[in-house]
Nanobody, 120 residues
Framework: QVQLMEYGGGLVQPGGSLRLSCAAS????????VGWYRQFLGKERELVAR???????DYANSVRGRFTISRDNARNTVHLLMDSLKPEDTAVYYC??????????????WGQGTQVTVSS
């Protein structure tokens, strides 16, 4: 099975930045599309960023221009750089992988996520 682990979250002030990281066991990020999700309290997970095996990226409108997803295939790690953070970005952030570049649903098991709290 594919298991994911997220880390790098924390408490930041509005306008600040955080860099989240995702590591996987059971798959190589180099052959998978990878996505970052977030889950607001009491809500379902939603996809906020995705990167294909070829490096193409896509973002939810709510984060486009502020978040950047990237991959380091040599280290089998995917990152989410979050700039200009807003209180409404507060959520638990998860990563997951897709079986194919155009798959609509994630393939891996959900990790525990990492908490991001944006507050003064």
């Amino acid at each position: 099975q594919v298991q994911l682990m997220e880390y790098g979250g924390g408490l930041v002030q509005p306008g600040g930045s955080l860099r989240l990281s995702c590591a996987a066991s059971g798959t190589s990020f180099g052959i998978r599309a990878v996505g970052w999700y977030r889950q607001f309290l009491g809500k379902e997970r939603e996809l906020v960023a995705r990167i294909s095996t070829g490096g193409n990226t896509d973002y939810a409108n709510s984060v486009r221009g502020r978040f950047t997803i990237s991959r380091d295939n040599a280290r089998n790690t995917v990152h989410l750089l979050m700039d200009s953070l807003k209180p409404e970005d507060t959520a638990v952030y998860y990563c997951n992988v897709f079986l194919g570049d155009y798959a609509a649903r994630p393939f891996g098991s959900w990790g525990q996520g990492t908490q991001v709290t944006v507050s003064s």
